[in-house]
Every structure is written in structure tokens, then in C-alpha cells.
Nanobody, 113 residues
Framework: QVRLVESGGGLVQPGGSLRLSCAAS????????MAWYRQAPGKERELVAT?????NTNYAESVKGRFTISRDKNTMYLQMNSLEPEDTAVYYC?????????WGQGTQVTVSS
């Protein structure tokens, strides 16, 4: 069983930056994919960005050029710049590894003046 612990959320003004972290409770090996999802009030959960164990990345169109996903072996990061009110959501960390899907508890990001 893998536990994912997110941190770094908070309240920020439009145009500001935040950095989210997601730490896995165990050493990851072999092929795996980590991802950030987000869910705004009244909306479905959506994929924000993914990064594989080979460091290949993909981004949702809405965050390209503003967000950067990165990782080391067991921890994933999301650098969020030029934040907009539309980025307000609960951000969830996801790990797909050995046919299992793991989720973090979520961290709130609020962009407001």
C-alpha cells in the first residue's frame, strides 16, 4: 500500500505562484506515472499534468506555459505560475504503479484577490 501526501496549497492573489508537492510513502521502482488532477466546486475532476518515471510530461491546454510538473524518484512537484481565479480547486496527487491507482487526500488552492 502506498500513501501519497500532498502539501503546498493555500490562498494566493491572481498572478501569483504556488508550488505543490506530493510525497510517496515508499520507494518507487519500475515504470510508473504520477499526475496532478484538480476538482473545482460543481465540476468534474480533471487532469492537469502527468509525468512518467522516464520524465516524460504532458499538460492540459489550460495550464500549458504556466504550470511545470517535475519529480525525483518518490516526490512529485507542481510549480504553478501566473495563477488565475479559474485555477481555484482541490488538487489531487495520483500515482499509477503496478496496475494500481493511488490518490492523495487533496490540497486546496484558492486564487482570489
Amino acid at each position: 500500500q502506498v500513501r501519497l501526501v500532498e502539501s503546498g496549497g493555500g490562498l494566493v492573489q491572481p498572478g501569483g505562484s504556488l508550488r505543490l508537492s506530493c510525497a510517496a510513502s515508499t520507494t518507487l521502482f519500475g515504470f510508473n506515472t504520477m499526475a496532478w488532477y484538480r476538482q473545482a466546486p460543481g465540476k468534474e475532476r480533471e487532469l492537469v499534468a502527468t509525468i512518467t518515471s522516464g520524465y516524460n510530461t504532458n499538460y492540459a491546454e489550460s495550464v500549458k506555459g504556466r504550470f511545470t510538473i517535475s519529480r525525483d524518484k518518490n516526490t512529485m512537484y507542481l510549480q504553478m505560475n501566473s495563477l488565475e481565479p479559474e485555477d481555484t480547486a482541490v488538487y489531487y496527487c495520483n500515482l499509477y504503479w503496478s496496475t494500481y491507482n493511488y490518490w492523495g487526500q487533496g490540497t486546496q488552492v484558492t486564487v482570489s484577490s
